[in-house]
């Protein structure tokens, strides 16, 4: 291993460099003076008294390799002459960065078993298709994904590997925010959507960072914030690629201009998803098809959304006009593919589609099986679009109806039963 014979002021700070100290540290972590490491900054050919060279030769003794790695580096650069003349030091400058380059970390870290990141891809896909699932069980089930990819991460540092693990931390982080949310922890699904379009971004995965700012701009919709949805629509249309990703963001887009009374925009914007539609059927989408489940958009989900920003214009004919095309879709899967909470969130919404167009009864009888749906499958998507349909049986001319305020009456039992209720 190359030592150092004799201390200087220079070989003292570049260890220090190495090290990455302020003088402040570097002088406690020694135990000496601060004002000394500065004299030596500001001498760099002084050579340190006794004391101080044992306590150089000791500091070197116990740095980590990466350190002393670095120290060795930053000597090797210095020209054969100058280390020569610096007062009897022996480094071989040559042997450290021999040393350094055949040791890199880069080089010396183990490749991970290629079937952990496989299992790790297979087990995200199963649960991003697992529309049955309770909440609270898809949010543990990403959580324990996310662990297992972040714990992989630490063994490698292969970009390939590495980029297929930040997918999977990014997939996970996704479907974390969207139960999260689900859970009635707003915030938490906040920030598990900008750490989900962090690690899109880090693993150059175009398509599910386009996603991570779709859901964003889902969440701030709900929040009744469609100026920051449009916003993140913005930096997304950047990111994203053509066929389906854009083709989604703008039907999520189409909510925010209703929040915001723009009717005009919203016809455009759904315009200009058919010619997405187009793209897509060209050019199918990776993370849609690979994956699938929560991470694709499809017929459904598209009307849905449709369905929603119509809502919001109270143009009852248009919206259930579209929920209804989103149910026939849904209604078409195998059950066990089945989304629940879509497809009882598209009936509220053609309840609510049938008030506006004055039948109370076809709004009750869409808000049948909701009604009945037992405590574990209810969350704040189906609560929030609920208390919408109260909202509207108190206004005219449903106030004053005996039918009209009984069906309020049940939706009240309902939201109650369920706010009583622990989400997480």
Same mark, same amino acid.
């Given at each position: 291993m190359a030592t150092v014979d004799r201390w200087t002021g220079n070989l003292a700070c570049s260890l220090q460099a190495a090290a990455g100290m302020t003088n402040e540290v570097f002088a406690g972590w020694l135990g000496i003076a601060t004002r000394t490491v500065a004299y030596w900054h500001s001498r760099p050919e002084t050579v340190p008294g006794n004391a101080n060279q044992d306590l150089l030769d000791t500091a070197l003794g116990r740095v980590s390799d990466s350190v002393r790695s670095r120290f060795f580096e930053i000597l090797s650069r210095v020209q054969p002459e100058g280390i020569a003349g610096s007062r009897g030091i022996v480094v071989d400058a040559v042997s450290a960065a021999a040393d350094l380059i055949a040791n890199d970390p880069l080089l010396t870290s183990l490749a991970l078993p290629h079937d952990s990141i496989e299992s790790l891809q297979e087990d995200v896909t199963l649960l991003a298709r697992s529309g049955g699932m309770a909440a609270f069980d898809m949010f543990s089930g990403a959580r324990r994904l996310r662990d297992e990819a972040r714990a992989l991460v630490e063994r490698t540092r292969r970009p390939g590997e590495l980029a297929d693990l930040y997918v999977v931390i990014g997939q996970s982080a996704s479907l974390m925010a969207s139960t999260a949310f689900d859970l009635g922890h707003w915030n938490d699904s906040a920030a598990l959507a900008r750490a989900s379009t962090q690690y899109a971004d880090l693993a150059g995965h175009a398509s599910l960072k386009a996603w991570t700012y779709g859901l964003q701009m889902t969440l701030a919709n709900w929040r009744n =914030?469609? *100026?920051? %949805?449009?916003?993140?629509?913005?930096? %997304?249309?950047? +990111? +994203?690629? *053509?066929? =389906?990703? @854009? $083709? @989604?963001? @703008?039907?999520? %887009?189409? @909510?925010?201009? /209703? $929040? $915001? /009374?723009d009717s005009a925009s919203v016809a455009a914007v759904l315009e200009a998803a058919q010619r997405d539609r187009e793209s897509a059927a060209e050019r199918p989408d990776e993370l849609a098809t690979s994956t699938g489940g929560e991470f694709a958009f499809g017929e459904a989900r598209a009307a849905a959304c449709a369905a929603a920003a119509w809502l919001d214009l109270r143009n009852g004919e248009q919206a259930a006009r579209y929920a209804r095309e989103a149910l026939q879709v849904y209604e078409a899967l195998p059950s066990p593919r089945r989304p629940y909470s879509q497809i009882n969130g598209t009936q509220i919404d053609v309840a609510a589609a049938h008030l506006h167009m004055r039948d109370k009864d076809g709004a009750a =009888? %869409?808000?049948r099986t909701v009604l009945e749906l037992p405590p574990e499958k209810r969350n704040v998507s189906l609560t929030g679009r609920l208390s919408r349909i109260e909202r509207l049986l108190s206004e005219s001319p449903w106030s004053s109806d005996v039918d009209a305020r009984q069906l309020a009456e049940r939706i009240s039992v309902w939201l109650s039963e369920t706010s009583a209720r622990p989400l997480a």
């Open positions: =914030e469609p *100026d920051s %949805a449009l916003s993140y629509f913005a930096r %997304a249309m950047r +990111a +994203a690629p *053509d066929g =389906e990703p @854009r $083709l @989604r963001l @703008r039907y999520i %887009a189409s @909510r925010s201009h /209703a $929040l $915001l /009374a =009888e %869409a808000l």
